[in-house]
């Protein structure tokens, strides 16, 4: 993946938007909604990460890379960065981040990193082969084009990437830290995929949320994303921000439609001052009230529909012609801490201050401050603070919501051949609750299958957690956020 080496591929033109008729693939119904929205995960994974204990231990981490090894078939890697620095708050920001204009933090940060990353080349030598890689944040373009092109050689010195054309190689980008130059750089240095965040383009939003970001800037960053030929260009968008309403977010929406991006991404603002300092800043009474944001999904849903992009769940849009779409209709689409995936289900090594890897049948997390994480790298230690190792009862679950997480439908037969249950006896009380959701028009059954209706797509995260085995031992859901 080296700059000397990598083949820029030309993008497809975009048949298959054309090819493929506009079908509806989510539906909107406010009352339903409105009956059964109700704090619950995200599930990106199961189980989820406030089932982690600080008893899961570097060594249960060294014994999940160690069946790997014995496991035999040695699938590609996935790899995920956490850079957590950014320059200024976005008062909504739930995510692990320092905020500080001091770039001498970033040199020590990423010299800790590269160690972490070769300790970690080191467990998978023969086996590091990466076929998708995420760099998240915080701003991952805090680091400068000059860091930054230093750690990607650091990275291909101790893993081996798939070629250009098959690999999925992503970055989020804050557009106000980059310039065209800079984009150039990034596709140079191995990145094919990259993530905006725009939030919304009302200027009155952007104050009342710390975060102001010029259209002009914005769609400067996304036309050099389509010069430079990465292969995808994706819009994060939240509805549910202080001062937004209808007809400001559909001023947005068309703003960001007519930029024409590959992916949309709608998410939801979960308001948690109790959890997230940075929220204490937003007056709440500027919130925009339930109906005004259910009207505001609704609306998304409605003029991206018409735009011709899919829904391929939770929160993601995609056109037809994009990755996500196309392995969705293939039946080989994966959700992991990143969102969804169009690679199959691949142990993900996660480097930096709070990142979590998935490796084998265990989850672990790293520690979340700068001081333990370079202490520990310092006793030559990975940064581990927490995990789980998955039971075979995990196991099962997992398969389960994961699938219907990303396809909308569940094979009963296919789980009865991977574990040895019978299906309907082993979750009796979870189809009876699911019997439930099916009368209210979430869902149907029959011997064999589950299927999600275009009604319960959107609350495909109820449906999920039938299934979670947790839920029912823990005192409360405080730490979620709404399922719609």
């Given at each position: 993946m080296a700059a000397s080496e990598m083949q820029i591929s030309t993008p497809v033109p975009d048949l298959i938007h054309t090819l493929i008729p506009i079908v509806p693939s989510v539906e909107f119904d406010a009352q339903l909604i409105g009956k059964l929205n109700q704090l619950g995960p995200r599930y990106t994974s199961y189980p989820t990460a406030d089932r982690f204990s600080e008893s899961f231990s570097y060594r249960d981490?060294?014994?999940?890379?160690?069946?790997?090894?014995?496991?035999?078939?040695?699938?590609?890697?996935?790899?995920?960065?956490?850079?957590?620095?950014?320059?200024?708050?976005?008062?909504?920001?739930?995510?692990n981040k320092i905020v500080t204009k001091d770039r001498s933090k970033a040199v020590t940060y990423l010299g800790y990193l590269k160690r972490e990353i070769e300790m970690q080349g080191n467990l998978f030598s023969g086996m590091n082969q990466v076929e998708q890689l995420h760099f998240g944040g915080g701003t991952p373009t805090y680091f400068s084009d000059t860091q930054m092109r230093d750690l990607m050689t650091h990275l291909q010195r101790w893993f081996a990437f798939a070629p250009d054309n098959v690999g999925e190689y992503s970055i989020e980008i804050d557009p106000r830290t980059v310039s065209r130059e800079r984009m150039h750089a990034l596709r140079n240095q191995g990145f094919n995929r990259v993530s905006l965040g725009v939030q919304d383009f009302d200027p009155a939003v952007q104050k009342a949320v710390n975060r102001i970001q010029p259209k002009s800037q914005t769609l400067a960053i996304i036309d050099a994303a389509r010069t430079a030929q990465f292969r995808s260009?994706?819009?994060?968008?939240?509805?549910?921000?202080?001062?937004?309403?209808?007809?400001?977010?559909?001023?947005?929406?068309?703003?960001?439609?007519?930029?024409?991006?590959?992916?949309?991404?709608?998410?939801?603002?979960?308001?948690?001052?109790?959890?997230?300092?940075s929220q204490r800043r937003i007056a709440e009474r500027d919130l925009p009230n339930t109906p005004t944001k259910l009207a505001m999904l609704a609306l998304c849903i409605e003029k991206l529909a018409q735009a011709g992009y899919t829904y391929v769940g939770m929160d993601h849009f995609a056109k037809p012609s994009d990755d996500l779409a196309l392995a969705q209709r293939q039946g080989r689409l994966h959700r992991n801490f990143?969102?969804?995936?169009?690679?199959?289900?691949?142990?993900?090594?996660?480097?930096?201050?709070?990142?979590?890897?998935?490796?084998?049948?265990?989850?672990?997390?790293?520690?979340?401050?700068?001081?333990?994480?370079?202490?520990?790298?310092?006793?030559?230690?990975?940064?581990?603070?927490?995990?789980?190792?998955?039971?075979?009862?995990?196991?099962?679950?997992?398969?389960?919501?994961?699938?219907?997480?990303?396809?909308?439908?569940?094979?009963?037969?296919?789980i009865e051949v991977a574990f040895p249950i019978t299906f309907s006896s082993y979750f009796e009380q979870e189809l009876e609750k699911l019997s439930e959701m099916e009368a209210d028009g979430l869902l149907t059954m029959d011997a064999e299958w589950i299927n999600v209706t275009l009604k319960g797509r959107l609350l495909i995260r109820n449906i999920c957690m039938v299934f979670d085995r947790y839920l029912n031992t823990q005192q409360g859901l405080a730490r979620y956020s709404k399922t719609i």
């Open positions: 981490y060294l014994l999940g890379v160690a069946s790997v090894r014995t496991r035999g078939g040695m699938p590609p890697l996935s790899l995920y960065l956490h850079v957590p620095f950014c320059d200024t708050v976005c008062y909504y920001c739930a995510c260009v994706s819009v994060d968008l939240i509805y549910g921000l202080p001062l937004q309403s209808v007809a400001s977010m559909e001023r947005t929406l068309h703003k960001v439609i007519a930029a024409d991006p590959d992916r949309i991404a709608f998410y939801n603002y979960a308001h948690m001052p109790h959890l997230f300092k990143q969102g969804y995936s169009a690679h199959a289900d691949a142990d993900l090594v996660a480097c930096g201050v709070s990142a979590i890897s998935s490796v084998a049948a265990t989850y672990s997390q790293n520690v979340k401050t700068l001081d333990a994480y370079y202490d520990h790298l310092d006793k030559n230690e990975l940064p581990i603070a927490r995990g789980i190792k998955l039971t075979m009862e995990d196991g099962l679950r997992r398969l389960i919501i994961q699938m219907l997480m990303c396809n909308f439908e569940l094979s009963m037969n296919s």
